[in-house]
């Protein structure tokens, strides 16, 4: 694991692991924070695969043709199925809302816009859908949120799909739509991404925004 301080927030960049080991990190880590016993905290971390149900899921959007080598996990995150692998930064802020603004909605929106905001550094204009939580190129998501927060304090977050194989959205319904497709930076830019020049725009344009005391 690579800990680093920024101005705003700490961040542990925790290389790869696995799903059920960070999601109890989450779980430690949000207590920790609701008791004050740690600072606001950015994760990032990439997955081996796995699909995630969150508590809202059709569990019929877990198609029976998967891979069923692949771990499920039913979670208290909102928002339905969704897919976490090699290739995907995944994010997870472990922060205090008091510190910034006691509102879901803008929480919501703010992780989106800094995924819009780090996208178009590599030329990839990216967009809200109307009703449907993510950040979208034209019809295809790029990155999926879903969050879960107690007495203020969030964990889970937001994943971006960089160099990752869309192949494994064949054995679900991503986030329980059915006319809309996946995309990834690789696929868009016609080439591997640089992972690490990825997670430092992402923290630079996290720190944009989540600054404490404003809003």
Same mark, same amino acid.
Not at 4 to 22: C, E, F, H, M, P
Not at 72 to 95: A, K, S, W
Not at 196 to 214: A, H, L, P, R, W
């Given at each position: 694991?690579?800990e680093?301080? $920024?101005?705003?927030?700490?961040?542990?960049?925790?290389?790869?692991k696995?799903?059920k080991?960070?999601?109890?990190l989450?779980?430690?880590?949000?207590?920790?924070?609701?008791?004050g016993?740690?600072?606001?905290?950015?994760i990032?971390v990439?997955?081996?695969?796995?699909y995630?149900l969150g508590k809202?899921a059709?569990?019929?959007?877990?198609?029976?043709s998967?891979?069923?080598?692949?771990?499920?996990?039913n979670?208290?995150?909102?928002g339905?199925i969704?897919f976490?692998g090699?290739?995907q930064l995944?994010?997870?802020p472990i922060?205090d809302?008091?510190?910034?603004?006691?509102?879901?909605?803008?929480?919501?929106?703010t992780?989106e816009?800094?995924?819009?905001d780090?996208?178009?550094?590599?030329?990839?204009?990216?967009?809200?859908?109307d009703g449907?939580?993510?950040?979208?190129?034209g019809?295809e998501?790029?990155?999926?949120?879903?969050?879960?927060?107690s007495?203020w304090?969030t964990?889970?977050?937001?994943a971006l799909?960089?160099?990752?194989?869309?192949?494994?959205?064949d054995?679900?319904?991503p986030?329980?739509?059915?006319?809309h497709?996946v $995309?990834?930076?690789?696929?868009?830019?016609?080439? $591997?991404?640089n992972n690490d020049n990825?997670?430092n725009?992402v923290?630079?344009?996290?720190?944009?925004?989540?600054i404490?005391?404003?809003?």
């Amino acid at each position: 694991m690579i800990e680093t301080q $920024t101005d705003q927030i700490l961040v542990q960049n925790i290389g790869r692991k696995s799903y059920k080991a960070v999601w109890d990190l989450q779980k430690e880590m949000q207590q920790q924070r609701i008791k004050g016993e740690i600072d606001d905290t950015l994760i990032l971390v990439e997955h081996d695969p796995v699909y995630t149900l969150g508590k809202n899921a059709n569990e019929d959007h877990l198609l029976q043709s998967r891979d069923e080598s692949i771990d499920v996990f039913n979670i208290e995150r909102g928002g339905d199925i969704t897919f976490h692998g090699p290739g995907q930064l995944v994010v997870y802020p472990i922060l205090d809302l008091s510190n910034y603004k006691k509102s879901v909605s803008w929480y919501m929106r703010t992780l989106e816009q800094v995924l819009i905001d780090t996208l178009i550094e590599f030329k990839i204009t990216a967009q809200r859908n109307d009703g449907l939580t993510g950040v979208w190129v034209g019809n295809e998501k790029i990155a999926a949120l879903g969050v879960r927060i107690s007495r203020w304090v969030t964990m889970h977050g937001f994943a971006l799909n960089v160099n990752l194989d869309l192949s494994f959205y064949d054995g679900i319904i991503p986030c329980g739509i059915f006319d809309h497709g996946v $995309t990834s930076m690789e696929q868009l830019l016609g080439k $591997t991404q640089n992972n690490d020049n990825v997670k430092n725009m992402v923290i630079e344009k996290f720190n944009k925004y989540f600054i404490k005391g404003e809003c």
